[in-house]
């Protein structure tokens, strides 16, 4: 077992900077999951830290000890990755062993490993059986126990369940939470499936461009997304982005206004800010009893209805509808004037075409400065019920 640490890691090909300044400090067994779209830096992060590729600047820690130039085999780690290379001609004793029978081993060691590890990843009994005599997710679970009898300090894995089907890469889910309660070491996990990171990590570390945008749990990476990025990224489907200006009154978008007493805020009349609400903090009016702080009500008409089973989204148009504007660019989400997705009960009874009310709780409106991205707001409950130690939290504060 053993803490990670990464210090101002960039890694530059000709003309692409692939891990743009990358710092954190990944706690010693703790399982944290890199996320981001394609092409982000994910696996180019996890390549430095593995030894895989050399970082262009920054150093690596492992433990206590400065790893940047060591080769992969003696920083103590292990890994899994999307393709299960394993070998054809070789049970699956031979599969998981292969690296201790290279490194000369004693026999007797190899069989207690090997035994150990099939233990864990549950293929005992399965150890003559042939690779294609497998299916996948035994397949990937004797990757698993190949890098598990290295014993690693640090386990390695990308996109390990990639490959698989859906049903049993949701499956594989909860066998490597499994695995790493058991095993308490270090994980390093990436993947572009944000369900993936939000179930089995202990913190997820969202990248874009090359750049860590937050790292956090996931929960709080949901509720408190550091900027536009995170708070489009986390959440499916996403956060809904409405542009606003801040006048005495409150935050007035092209459609509707949302009382707001800016004093305190740091913000001003006639600033612009990003309004972010999520579809499940959108509601009804009528149905919105237990939300003890909505804003007032805005009309609104349905226009597309998606049935999920467990819940209805319905997509809103305010105002007159038409014409989408998005006058800023928001990475992973999309600014509007004029429309608004809400997530419903699968009994309400709602059609297309129909005028409705609806209200947003305040304690889920998230405020975002357009010129810097970062979160400036996390809920606004009035000042008079923030005092009574409601859900209102500006950024930075502890609570
Ligand atoms: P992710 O894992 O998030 O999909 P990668 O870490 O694989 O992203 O890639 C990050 C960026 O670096 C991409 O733009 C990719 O094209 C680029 N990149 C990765 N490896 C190389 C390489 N060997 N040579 C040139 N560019 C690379």
Redesign the pocket.
């Given at each position: 077992m053993a803490r990670v640490t990464l210090e101002h890691v960039t890694k530059r090909?000709?003309d692409?900077t692939?891990?743009d300044d990358m710092n954190m400090e990944i706690e010693d067994g703790e399982f944290v999951t890199f996320v981001?779209?394609?092409?982000?830096?994910?696996?180019?992060?996890?390549?430095t830290i593995a030894g895989l590729t050399k970082p262009t600047e920054g150093q690596i820690y492992i433990g206590d000890r400065e790893v940047t130039n060591l080769p992969p085999k003696d920083r103590g780690i292990a890994m899994v990755f999307q393709n299960i290379a394993l070998f054809p001609h070789m049970d699956v004793y031979e599969n998981i062993s292969f690296g201790l029978r290279l490194r000369k081993y004693e026999k007797e060691e190899i069989d207690r490993r090997v035994e150990e590890a099939a233990d864990i990843v549950q293929l005992e009994g399965m150890l003559n059986r042939m690779p294609d005599e497998m299916s996948g997710g035994q397949r990937q679970r004797v990757a698993i126990a190949r890098a598990l009898v290295r014993e690693p300090d640090v386990f390695l894995m990308d996109e390990p369940l990639a490959n698989l089907d859906a049903k049993l890469r949701v499956h594989m889910r909860t066998e490597l939470q499994r695995l790493h309660r058991r095993l308490d070491t270090t994980i390093i996990y990436?993947t572009?499936d944000q369900a993936e990171a939000m179930t089995m990590s202990s913190r997820i570390a969202v990248?874009n461009a090359?750049k860590l945008q937050q790292i956090a749990p996931p929960l709080e990476c949901y509720n408190e997304p550091a900027n536009l990025f995170v708070a489009g990224f986390i959440g499916s489907p996403g956060m809904n982005f409405v542009e606003a200006t801040v006048s005495e009154e409150g935050l007035e978008t092209e459609n509707f206004s949302i009382e707001f007493d800016p004093s305190g805020s740091g913000l001003a009349s006639g600033d612009t800010v990003i309004v972010g609400v999520r579809p499940e903090d959108v509601y009804l009016e009528e149905t919105a009893g237990s939300v003890t702080h909505q804003t007032d009500p805005i009309d609104a008409r349905t226009d597309v209805l998606e049935p999920m089973g467990d819940e209805i989204f319905v997509y809103l148009v305010t105002g007159e509808g038409g014409e989408t504007k998005m006058d800023i660019e928001i990475e992973g989400g999309e600014a509007t004037d004029d429309q608004l997705l809400m997530s419903v009960d699968p009994d309400t009874d709602i059609s297309p075409d129909e005028d409705v009310r609806v209200v947003l709780d305040r304690s889920s409106i998230h405020l975002f400065d357009p010129d810097t991205d970062e979160a400036l707001r996390h809920g606004i409950v009035e000042p008079a019920a923030a005092d009574s130690g409601t859900a209102e939290r500006g950024v930075g504060d502890t609570d």
């Open positions: 090909y000709e692409v692939a891990v981001g779209p394609s092409g982000c830096g994910k696996s180019t992060t996890m390549e990436v572009h990248i090359g």
